[in-house]
């Protein structure tokens, strides 16, 4: 065979096996891209929808904080939406990761979050129905507690589901790049033995290939030792085998380099993300330790500062003084003042008064030298950027922080801080309004012996019933024992029980008019108080703003006690209606620890509840009743005790008691108080349940009250079907245990639901007038909302006491009302008949010649004026007061003393729904 011929046969057989091989090759690169890709864009799909999962884990944890602290309506709504997307998004990324994942791990996780988020959502809908009926009520604490903890479980079985994405994605890297080595590794055998076959024969072919093949090999050997932010190139401008490998593996190279990139970018989002929420945790922790606003100050600006990476920081607390209101320091965080400047600011005054007033941040960059001082012990230096941040609640600058520091603040930095100031600003309102209230509570407590002298007209006619009645024994006794005088006696009894009927009519009726003369007066005098303590005109000093508070919350004092004789008149007479209906024992254990933690921690005594363990979780009682006696007796417990502790014990007991002439072992539940107090003598204990009847009842004594508390707890003890026992020893103590019968639960929940609806729909015969400490943003926008509704209306006052009709009239007149007046019913109706255009009539029931309901049943006689809004006032609010006016025709029923707020808002409902 020629040379030539072995050259072209060696040199075509070299060029086939070599095409052969490239083409394999090729193919094999090609392939590896594409599983490459298909690697990426899979698993990078799978760590967004975990990633997914995680952001709106967290989004529906900050959702839920804010149905806790906002109280708007509309508010709510939108974050019901908010919650319901989120909960979407969750689902349908949990369906698109088991649908793509099929790992044992990956669907065990997501079947845990499943359990977790259906127990969540539960208690999510819990807090929302909660909101939903009464914007303001506070949820439980232990609701909260749950939520809490799922929320951050929930939170790491996310986390945990993204890991094992980044883990999976990162496993199939590497076995990518291991087949990328083997085809490498298959390249270099393949040339060897091609190169091999024709060396003897093709050295210039050898040597035009040599310096391509070097240049790739030297490339992918270069790989391995390089960074995956930048690895190298191929650079061969053939069009051959060789450049579409160089081509293929440059491509190859920018799609690991974007892939790392992106995967660098995650890690660093979530780690300044896990940064965020650690930092806000922290800072939320520290709350509870505060028990006061220098306390939160000085907590707060010493976490804060370091947490931002800045080094000097001052907390300004907004106080006012007279008319003027400043922005004071009262901590700060290495801060540094030789001349004792910049302790207070006025509203607009440099930058600290400006942000206030502004109620926006000022950011300062490239501060100069001479500015301030960030002093150590060894020398200062200036800061280079200072950041100055006002702290809000619901619009209103409560303080402002200043923070100094010598590096720029990073957007993380500046985002923990938008994320902790509005709940600090929740906090400090929280607190302000805690030590006011304190405040208030003291200044309550020293006019509650004023009363006394009322309730002893009550007590004397209560000696004149007592006695009539022990005559009416002796004469029974007396009847029995003279046989031939019976039917005399009989008729001496007949006509006894008729006194006795006519003495207890007396005594109702003399109940009634006792409120209705009491609450009289009392309402003019609730009224002109309320008006002067809103001090709408400003122009009332901080101290007579205090008096017209002081005198507002005797006169509701007054009306506590009022009710309390009402309620003793109708436990003693059966008229009092005891509802039954489901009672969860945390409930009651959240009800006690919200009463009184304020007066322990005043008095520092330590307040301790403990229900046991075994007891189911609710029993069927009279929820408000039960309420009223713990509420009595703690109060008694916390009055007569200056030290030591309150204790409230829940258990199950086995009480003997009489059942058909024998003892009967009964399962009962006990609520036993246990007080370290002054304690009571045993001589005093037979009487100590009596009305207005006091272990110490002088006039000198050092514990004031009315005496009616006990008795009251007594009477309602019985109602429940149950009683209450006392054990004292002078100076250790005292022990009331109440038993009540242990009734589980168990109608069906068809029942239940309808006994807490129709429960909830009844009207109590007086509802007490509680003392406003402080009328917040809501109620202002509110009252200024109202007033545009009730601006240039005619309202008729028919009221013979002039001293409520001079009240009404001037709360009225703030709004811009035209009021018309009547002295009783037959002249309202004349100046009805000379005003038909009157748009409302406030009417008194109780009133001479023609009283509130036979002028309100004349008005409804005449066609146009059945629509006429009218609103009974009375103050003789006894039993079935409400549906009497209702049934006489009045439009709706409100009992002096009226409180404005209430009048106001039903008054904005019917000339609404008038117009």
Not at 543 to 549: D, F, H
Request: charged share 25%; proline share 2%; with cysteine.
């Amino acid at each position: 065979m020629k040379f030539r011929t072995k050259l072209y046969v060696s040199t075509g057989s070299i060029i086939v096996l070599i095409s052969i091989c490239v083409i394999i090759l090729m193919n094999m690169l090609e392939q590896s891209m594409v599983n490459i890709d298909v690697v990426v864009t899979d698993k990078y799909e799978r760590i967004n929808m975990a990633s997914t999962i995680k952001y709106e884990t967290v989004n529906i944890a900050r959702e839920l904080k804010e149905i806790t602290a906002n109280q708007s309506n509309e508010s709510l709504e939108t974050v019901i939406n908010t919650l319901e997307e989120s909960t979407i998004n969750i689902n349908r990324a949990m369906e698109s990761l088991e649908r793509i994942d099929s790992k044992e791990k990956t669907h065990e996780l997501i079947a845990k979050y499943k359990v977790l988020q259906e127990s969540y959502l539960a208690a999510a809908q819990q807090v929302i129905a909660i909101k939903k009926i009464e914007p303001k009520a506070a949820i439980q604490l232990q609701l909260l507690n749950d939520l809490k903890l799922t929320g951050e479980r929930m939170s790491q079985h996310a986390e945990l589901l993204r890991g094992l994405q980044e883990q999976e994605m990162k496993n199939e890297l590497y076995r990518s790049r291991d087949t990328y080595h083997w085809a490498v590794s298959t390249i270099y055998v393949y040339l060897a033995i091609s190169l091999s076959l024709g060396i003897g024969f093709i050295i210039w072919i050898i040597r035009g290939m040599t310096k391509n093949l070097n240049q790739v090999t030297t490339v992918m050997k270069s790989v391995t030792n390089s960074s995956t932010d930048a690895l190298p190139r191929i650079e061969i401008f053939s069009k051959d085998e060789i450049g579409a490998i160089a081509t293929a593996f440059n491509k190859m190279v920018s799609e690991l380099e974007a892939h790392s990139k992106r995967e660098k970018k995650l890690i660093e989002e979530s780690e300044e993300h896990s940064w965020l929420k650690t930092k806000l945790a922290e800072i939320l922790a520290m709350y509870p330790e505060a028990k006061d606003v220098q306390m939160l100050a000085e907590l707060f600006i010493s976490k804060l500062v370091p947490m931002v990476g800045a080094s000097n920081g001052v907390f300004y607390i907004k106080t006012v003084e007279g008319n003027e209101q400043y922005l004071k320091k009262i901590a700060g965080y290495a801060f540094f003042n030789q001349n004792k400047e910049f302790e207070s600011f006025r509203m607009g005054e440099g930058l600290i008064g400006q942000c206030a007033l502004e109620k926006q941040p000022i950011f300062l960059n490239q501060v100069p030298d001479n500015y301030i001082k960030i002093r150590s012990g060894m020398g200062g230096a200036s800061p280079k950027n200072i950041i100055i941040l006002p702290i809000q609640n619901e619009d209103e600058v409560l303080a402002v922080i200043e923070i100094a520091s010598f590096e720029s603040f990073s957007p993380s930095q500046i985002m923990l801080l938008e994320e902790v100031i509005p709940t600090t600003g929740i906090t400090l309102k929280s607190i302000l309004n805690h030590m006011k209230a304190e405040r208030l509570l003291q200044e309550s407590q020293t006019l509650t012996e004023e009363l006394q002298a009322q309730s002893e007209e009550l007590q004397l006619q209560q000696e004149e019933l007592r006695t009539t009645n022990e005559q009416l024994e002796e004469q029974y006794a007396t009847s029995v024992l003279k046989k031939e005088e019976l039917e005399k006696v009989k008729e001496e009894l007949e006509e006894k029980a008729k006194q006795l009927e006519i003495s207890s009519q007396y005594k109702s009726e003399f109940l009634a008019n006792m409120s209705h003369e009491l609450r009289t007066p009392l309402n003019s005098l609730l009224i002109l108080a309320q008006i002067l303590a809103d001090n709408g005109d400003g122009n009332l000093t901080a101290k007579q703003a205090e008096y017209i508070r002081t005198i507002y919350s005797s006169g509701n004092d007054l009306l506590h006690l009022i009710n309390d004789i009402l309620d003793l008149a109708k436990v003693e007479s059966g008229k009092l209606e005891v509802i039954h209906r489901e009672v969860d024992f945390h409930n009651v254990e959240a009800y006690i620890k919200q009463q009184f933690s304020p007066i322990a921690n005043k008095k520092n005594i330590q307040l301790i509840v403990q229900v046991e363990p075994d007891l189911p979780s609710s029993f069927y009682t009279d929820e408000h009743r039960l309420q009223q006696i713990l509420k009595n007796l703690l109060s008694n417990a916390f009055k007569f005790t200056e030290s030591g502790s309150v204790s409230l014990l829940v258990r199950k007991v086995i009480k003997e008691t009489t059942r058909q002439q024998r003892l009967h072992g009964e399962s009962m539940l006990a609520f036993s108080v246990i007080d370290t107090g002054i304690g009571i003598a045993s001589e005093e204990q037979g009487t100590i349940f009596d009305a207005f009847k006091q272990a110490d009842g002088t006039t000198s004594r050092k514990y004031g009250g009315t005496g009616l508390g006990l008795s009251i707890c007594r009477e309602l003890a019985y109602l429940l079907g149950g009683f209450i026992e006392l054990t004292s020893q002078v100076g250790k103590g005292s022990n009331f245990t109440l038993y009540l019968p242990y009734n589980q639960v168990n109608e069906p929940k068809e029942v239940i639901d309808y006994i807490n609806e129709a429960s909830a729909g009844l009207e109590t015969e007086h509802e007490p007038q509680e003392v406003t400490n402080s009328m917040d943003d809501e109620e202002s926008s509110n009252k200024q909302l109202g007033a545009y509704l009730l601006k240039n209306k005619k309202v008729l006052i028919v009221d013979d006491d002039i001293r409520n009709v001079y009240a009404l009239t001037i709360a009225l007149e703030k709004y811009d009302m035209e009021i018309l007046v009547a002295d009783n019913g037959r002249e309202g109706i004349e100046v009805l008949n000379d005003n038909p255009d009157i748009d409302l009539i406030l009417m008194d029931i109780m009133m001479p010649e023609m009283d509130g309901f036979e002028a309100i049943r004349t008005i409804r006689r005449k066609s146009m004026f059945t629509t006429l809004p009218i609103i009974a006032l009375t103050a003789k609010a006894m039993k079935h007061s409400r549906e009497e006016c209702l049934n006489a025709g009045a439009t709706d029923y409100i009992s002096k003393p009226l409180n404005l707020d209430q009048l106001f808002s039903l008054m904005h409902v019917w000339l609404y729904r008038k117009e």
